[in-house]
């Protein structure tokens, strides 16, 4: 006939063919009329690739939700039995971990029901976590979290025989394993952030410490905040302070730690704009100390406080350390690390008044208690350049009196004239003392 396509007629024969062929499924599957009003059962199958779906492990999943409580309660027990310091716990941390154990059966059983593969799998296994006090994370060890995470797992291994349905007893311990494997990131995760948010707290109180410090706050704040780091004041303890070598204060701190761990002492460091200043604690030899820290610092003078007995008089350390550090450049040929009372001619030219007290009472005082006339003597040998015999003809003696008296000044004040270092500080110690004797 005119107008009539043949191939069009078979095309719409074989879609209508299979149409019923699917809706007849539908009937035979599907109690009820079938028709228009199945097409969208009809699409939904075709969706599903078929088959309508249902919750992987449907009858082994109610047989866990009815067991949830008794899994945990298992599990808190056999941690009772198999691990000495859970025992050892308080009743309300104990119960807190009674929290987890349920939770985490709470989060297995989610975790099945999507199969394993869900987007959320991180959201429901950190549910686990969830559901502890923050404190728990700080009195828990994460060695102690992966050992109760270990003894929940093997109780649900053994039984995984009484929860699995018939033929799901492979899948489901297939499961655990991997549910387990989730837990323990989330675990790690737990006390990852916590140590980033301990790290991040902890800079904050070593440099609120370091700054009462340079301020000379009183010993009680210094002592708080100390105690809120955990610092045991072993003594002795001094001050270093150096150049930053810049960049993350955090990293810059962390390379101070490892040394310091090395070094077994123990440390409070914090940045304080190009400088960096840290608080040593149990360093017997604080310069020998001084010097396995110096890599941390940046280029330029490091300089160690004179030791003190404990945390409280560490003001007095700090105080020289920074007047040693303005002071250094004045000495180009300091050694790395340098002890502040080194630099107390440099100090005391700086301004800074300990200095000039130090110089003018331990070595001009001392030496005029001393009598015997080292004054006079130091006079005549600083006069003649050094040189024994003008001195002693100046003085009118034989030229091994001048020796036993440079040696009595060394012996009084600690610095020997023969040396040009100590010469310089005896020098400055007889123009400040004159200067201002009485002081």
């Given amino acids: 006939m005119p107008g009539h396509r043949p191939e069009l007629g078979a095309r719409r024969t074989a879609i209508t063919d299979k149409v019923l062929k699917r809706c007849g499924n539908v009937v035979r599957d599907t109690p009820g009329p079938s028709g228009p009003c199945h097409a969208g059962r009809v699409a939904e199958r075709d969706r599903t690739g078929g088959t309508a779906k249902r919750p992987p492990l449907a ?19 056999r941690m009772d039995e198999t691990l000495p310091w859970f025992r050892a716990l308080p009743a309300d941390q104990r119960s807190s971990i009674m929290l987890v154990a349920q939770a985490g059966v709470r989060s297995l059983v989610e975790w099945l029901r999507s199969g394993g593969t869900a987007a959320g799998t991180q959201e429901i296994s950190d549910e686990v976590f969830a559901a502890a006090p923050r404190a728990l994370a700080r009195s828990i060890t994460l060695t102690q ?84 780091l955990g610092w045991a004041d072993a003594p002795p303890v001094a001050v270093v302070v150096g150049r930053s070598p810049g ?89 790395t690390p340098v002890s502040a009372d080194a630099l107390l001619p440099e100090r ?63 012996e009084v004040t600690g610095l020997s004239p023969l040396d040009g270092r100590d010469a310089f500080a005896l020098r400055m110690a007889l123009t400040i003392g004159r200067l201002d004797p009485a002081s």
């Fill in 59 to 77: 009858a082994t999943l109610r047989r866990v939700e009815r067991s949830a409580g008794a899994l945990a309660s298992a599990s808190v027990a």
């Fill in 247 to 335: 960049g993350d204060h955090t990293a810059v701190l962390h390379t101070v730690y490892r040394a310091a761990r090395r070094a077994r002492v123990e440390v409070i460091g914090g940045v304080h704009g190009d400088r960096l200043v840290v608080v040593m604690g149990g360093a017997a030899d604080p310069m020998a100390i001084a010097g396995q820290l110096a890599a941390a610092f940046g280029e330029g003078p490091v300089v160690v406080g004179p030791a003190v007995p404990s945390l409280d008089h560490a003001t007095e350390s700090a105080r020289a350390a920074l007047a040693g550090f303005r002071a250094a450049p004045a000495w180009p040929g300091a050694p």
């Fill in 348 to 410: 005391a030219l700086a301004g800074d008044s300990e200095a000039r007290r130090a110089l003018r009472h331990d070595a001009y005082g001392a030496l005029a208690r001393a009598g015997g006339g080292l004054l006079e003597t130091l006079d005549a040998f600083f006069a003649a350049g050094g040189v024994l015999e003008s001195a002693a003809r100046e003085l009118f003696v034989h030229p091994n009196t001048v020796r036993y008296r440079l040696k009595r000044v060394a």
């Fill in 145 to 228: 979290t992966v050992q109760l995470i270990k003894v929940t797992i093997d109780v649900a291994e053994a039984q995984v025989a009484h929860l699995a349905a018939a033929g799901e007893e492979d899948a489901l311990a297939e499961a655990i394993l991997k549910f387990s494997r989730e837990i323990a990131f989330s675990a790690a995760r737990v006390y990852a952030r916590h140590a980033e948010s301990r790290g991040a707290w902890d800079a904050r109180l070593q440099a609120l410490l370091v700054d009462a410090l340079l301020r000379g706050d009183s010993s009680d704040v210094l002592a708080s905040r100390a105690a809120a």
